[in-house]
């Protein structure tokens, strides 16, 4: 056992003058202290600066992301503008289009009223074979400049 105890006082005396030395080597120097600061300084800027890149990276991420759905937003507010013009043109075209249908259907009627009327049915016996505008009846008056038509 003596040889046990030995072997532990020898590595307490050896560990002695360590630790001492640990001791003073865990406290830095002044220059030291000046250069952990800076570097610990410097660390927590580069922190920061990651930081802000990340929350500037964010920022306009949001920010595209926001604006393209401003422009999906007009382009959408544009292109149904634009179906509604057409729809409106569309409509007014139509009505136009059964209006004018029906003016000439009322022409077409009152013309061939006036042909009834002006002995129409002689034509008829004279060999017109029942199609109307055939014979000898009075022809369409010209309703537009050079255009001839039903009045």
Not at 3 to 16: C, H, I, L, N
Not at 23 to 33: F, I, L, M, Q, V
Not at 100 to 110: C, N
């Given at each position: 056992m003596s040889?046990?105890?030995?072997?532990?006082?020898?590595?307490?005396?050896?560990?002695?003058p360590r630790g001492a030395?640990?001791?003073?080597?865990?406290?830095?120097?002044?220059?030291?202290?000046?250069?952990?600061?800076?570097?610990?300084?410097?660390?927590?800027?580069?922190?920061?600066?990651?930081?802000?890149?990340?929350?500037?990276?964010?920022?306009?991420?949001d920010s595209a992301r926001l604006a393209a759905q401003a422009l999906r937003k007009l382009t959408d507010a544009e292109r149904k503008r634009i179906e509604q013009k057409v729809v409106g043109e569309l409509r007014e075209f139509l009505e136009e289009a059964r209006?004018?249908?029906?003016?000439?259907?009322?022409?077409?009627?009152?013309?061939?009223?006036?042909?009834?009327?002006?002995?129409?049915?002689?034509?008829?016996?004279?060999?017109s074979e029942g199609r109307p505008g055939n014979g000898g009846g009075t022809s369409p008056e010209p309703t537009k400049a050079g255009r001839s038509g039903l009045p």
């Open positions: 040889g046990r105890q030995g072997t532990f006082e020898s590595f307490r005396s050896q560990r002695g030395r640990r001791g003073r080597e865990g406290r830095p120097t002044p220059a030291k202290a000046e250069l952990l600061k800076l570097l610990e300084s410097a660390e927590k800027q580069d922190l920061l600066d990651r930081q802000l890149k990340r929350e500037m990276e964010e920022f306009f991420e209006r004018r249908s029906g003016d000439l259907a009322a022409r077409l009627k009152a013309h061939e009223d006036r042909r009834r009327g002006n002995g129409g049915g002689e034509e008829r016996a004279k060999g």
